[in-house]
């Protein structure tokens, strides 16, 4: 019996760190041949909010990538676009230009619950697409929200540096944000 628990116990952690790994559905069928490049999880004040992965499109070089959020809290859309916004403020976007971004946000991002996700898929020719449990819901156009909205995660002055470094590893950011390093 004991060892069959064992056994049992490491299948489980297997099939979920395979789970985990895999590429959601939504982001191969949108980026040709995507691959992993980092993973972490965002906590504030001991309290987990959500696990983040960084997919690349064929390679790390590619200009297309995916930011997947798997959360770990249940949210309002309100205040998931009310604090983009503010983190757009913290890297330089002016207040003005930063609301109307939040607002735009806060007219389609969902409240979501724990275990559920958003994406935000970026093509350099069309802008940025989200998606909400692997279904689309929205496409913001122009490369000027695209580098904001993911300057949150991956500009130099993020305020979540830790998450930063889980997601690039050893690599560079996405050209949008850093056009080499």
């Not at 789970?19 to 191969?28: G, L, M, Y």
């Not at 949108?30 to 909010?49: C, E, P, Y």
């Not at 770990?72 to 930063?98: H, P, W, Y």
């Not at 806060?106 to 275990?115: I, M, Q, R, T, Y």
Request: net charge positive; aromatic share 14%; with cysteine.
């Amino acid at each position: 019996m004991k060892y069959f628990l064992i056994s049992l116990c490491s299948l489980t952690c297997l099939l979920s760190a395979a789970t985990f790994a895999r590429e959601p559905d939504h982001v191969q069928t949108v980026l040709s041949s995507a691959k992993l490049q980092g993973s972490g999880r965002l906590t504030w004040w001991g309290f987990d909010i959500y696990d983040a992965a960084l997919y690349r499109s064929g390679n790390l070089n590619s200009p297309e990538f995916a930011l997947d959020f798997r959360y770990k809290k249940s949210f309002t859309g309100i205040a998931i676009a009310n604090r983009s916004a503010e983190e757009m403020k913290k890297l330089g976007v002016s207040d003005m230009q930063a609301a109307l971004w939040g607002k735009e946000l806060a007219s389609f991002l969902p409240n979501v619950e724990s275990g559920q996700t958003l994406t935000a898929i970026y093509n350099p020719k069309q802008g940025t697409f989200f998606y909400f449990d692997g279904k689309q819901i929205a496409q913001v156009k122009g490369a000027d929200f695209s580098k904001a909205f993911f300057g949150i995660w991956f500009d130099s002055k993020t305020s979540a540096p830790k998450l930063r470094s889980e997601l690039l590893g050893q690599n560079c950011p996405p050209p949008l944000i850093s056009e080499g390093c």
